[in-house]
């Protein structure tokens, strides 16, 4: 996916460059030149990170940090000549996710970029909530619940993890040993026989409820959540 960058600066030299290797490198780049523009096409072009200088006319990149942290939680790396303690903390006390100074190295800038977006994806991901639905079934991993027709079951949390696996990867069959390995994980020390205590006592609260999915045994290799 190509991601867009804002890039906010009053000089239009620095903009050209930063656009210039941004583009070079796959980013799609919008340009501000001003800190009410900087504001208006956070809005408007819903970027996945800022490039932000300090020194802007209209409104300072303080401000413009102030406003948009106000609805919006894009990753915003400061761009400045002041080198200080003081403003680097200032500006992450603001919710700025980084901090590079002026003058700069393109390749450093577009790094610094690619980190944030990572560490930005990587929240985003863990802040999603782990749920998978079917007909007369959802299972939540992230509250620890498995409803089955419109009916909490009180479920241990083994065999919620061993369900989700299944049904988050529908059709697919799993060897005894492979669900071992991804939902005990590979420090577990026990035999495959867990896995069949588990599916058994998953089969007492699934059984019947939907002919539109099942838990199957296939026969001589393990398991999968069939879909119809």
Not at 152 to 166: F, V
Request: aromatic content about 8%; overall charge negative.
């Amino acid at each position: 996916m190509q991601h867009k960058i804002l890039i906010v600066d009053d000089d239009e030299n620095i903009c050209e460059l930063l656009r210039l290797y941004l583009e070079k490198d796959g980013f799609e780049t919008v340009v501000a030149n001003d800190g009410q523009k900087a504001v208006e096409f956070a809005t408007k072009y819903s970027p996945d990170l800022i490039l932000l200088d300090i020194m802007l006319p209209v409104l300072d990149g303080w401000q413009v940090c102030r406003e948009i942290r106000k609805t919006s939680d894009t990753p915003i790396i400061m761009l400045t000549a002041k080198g200080e303690t003081f403003d680097k903390i200032l500006g992450l006390e603001l919710g700025a996710d980084d901090y590079v100074s002026k003058p700069f190295d393109t390749k450093e800038v577009i790094a610094r970029i690619k980190a944030v977006l990572r560490r930005s994806n990587d929240n985003d991901k863990q802040n999603q909530v782990k749920e998978v639905r079917y007909d007369k079934l959802r299972i939540n991993l992230t509250n620890y619940e498995l409803v089955v027709n419109g009916t909490a079951i009180d479920t241990p949390p083994k065999e919620l993890e061993l369900i989700y696996h299944l049904a988050s990867n529908p059709n697919r069959v799993y060897t005894r040993d492979q669900l071992l390995d991804e939902v005990w994980g590979f420090d577990y020390y026990g035999d495959s026989r867990t896995v069949d205590v588990h599916v058994k006592r998953l089969r007492e609260k699934l059984e019947n409820v939907s002919e539109e999915w099942s838990l199957k045994t296939v026969w001589g290799v393990g398991y999968k959540f069939e879909v119809k």
